[in-house]
């Protein structure tokens, strides 16, 4: 298992925890500038840290305290870059061979081209390539090293998206044949939650929140990690505990003086009367356009503000039609918006599931 935890000051500030485990495709996430690909840097080798520590089972890579830091080719590691990185004046099956231990044959660059649907273009070089076979043959070249972990540093970004989905289903088999702990620093979400066993969000060089894409995306820490994992609907409310020993408790969507009650659940970790944030998931949102006949609560009259289609979805923007009249986002099929006629000035329902309901404090200076 790859474990790493980073700590400085500057100049790149960092405090990061992480770990990953073999067959395990761990999804770095957070701005630009928050430190993704030096922490990257910093697993290969290739960027100096002030305190750490690092290391892939019994190796120990990186241990500040006892003045280890093993060379960056020493490491066994494969990278790949999101600009390739290929010698310019090989041929892929030489940038292949010059990635290979001492002790191997030169016939094993040619199956590793093979493996990713290259075999007839060994003798080319990498400005005879397409974005997406150069991105093969740098693939190529980093499984050469017989790496014990591969890092992927935007590896995807710099290809058009139809090549783009034929590299994430290249990865995918090769997880299935490959039992290595792999690192992967990405910007976008859709892709993290696609390829990605869990995210870890940085920003400013910090770790905020660590898990599967599934968790992190439904119930963020705190209102911060819910903006940078691109949830828009991040509302204001109150909590009130249960009482008389029932598990659910309420949730004003407003302020301490109005707001629409809505039933949630009561974890015990909050105060009665809490000023907090809170988010659902899509998933534990169902719209409709008729009032439903049964309902287990949480059902709220809404008007369509926006209707925004992009290709096989459209987004629809809705208000409640009482205080706080605060805004959703929804996205549904593009056929089932044409089949309600959703329109602006629609009235629709929507029926919040109250375990889908995630709450997250907020802090006050004092706190």
């Not at 980093?142 to 290809?159: G, H, M, Q, T, Y």
Request: net charge neutral.
């Amino acid at each position: 298992m790859l474990t790493v935890t980073l700590e400085q000051k500057g100049p790149i500030p960092l405090n990061v925890q992480l770990s990953c485990t073999p067959g395990e495709l761990l999804a770095l996430v957070g701005p630009s500038g928050s430190g993704k690909t030096s922490v990257l840097r910093a697993i290969a080798g290739l960027l100096k840290v002030a305190s750490g520590e690092i290391s892939l089972d019994s190796e120990v890579w990186l241990d500040t305290a006892d003045a280890i830091n093993v060379a960056a080719e020493v490491r066994p590691i494969g990278m790949v870059f999101q600009h390739y990185a290929l010698f310019p004046h090989l041929s892929a099956l030489d940038n292949v061979k010059l990635a290979l231990p001492r002790n191997e044959a030169p016939a094993s660059a040619l199956q590793l081209l093979a493996d990713m649907k290259l075999d007839g273009l060994a003798s080319r070089r990498p400005h005879e390539l397409s974005g997406g076979q150069r991105q093969r043959v740098a693939l190529a070249r980093a499984l050469a090293r017989r790496p014990k972990l591969l890092l992927l540093d935007e590896a995807f970004s710099a290809v058009d998206q139809p090549t783009r989905h034929a590299l994430y289903d290249e990865l995918i088999k090769l997880r299935e044949t490959v039992h290595l702990p792999i690192v992967m620093v990405t910007h976008d979400l859709r892709e993290a939650r696609m390829l990605a066993d869990r995210m870890c969000i940085l920003e400013r060089g910090e770790t905020l929140q660590d898990g599967t894409p599934e968790r992190v995306l439904s119930r963020p820490r705190n209102a911060r990690v819910a903006a940078l994992v691109g949830l828009r609907d991040i509302h204001a409310g109150v909590f009130f505990k249960a009482v008389d020993g029932s598990p659910n408790g309420r949730l004003r969507w407003g302020d301490a003086t109005a707001g629409v009650e809505l039933r949630t659940m009561d974890k015990g970790r909050l105060d009665d009367g809490a000023v907090v944030r809170w988010v659902i998931a899509g998933e534990h949102v169902q719209l409709t356009t008729a009032l439903p006949i049964s309902s287990t609560g949480n059902t709220l009259r809404c008007v369509v503000k926006r209707v925004r289609q992009l290709g096989e979805i459209t987004t629809i923007e809705c208000a409640l039609c009482m205080p706080p009249h605060a805004l959703m986002h929804l996205e549904l099929t593009t056929r089932q918006v044409r089949a309600w006629q959703l329109v602006i000035g629609s009235d629709v329902f929507v029926q919040l599931e109250p375990s889908g309901i995630h709450i997250m404090p907020v802090r006050t200076q004092n706190a």
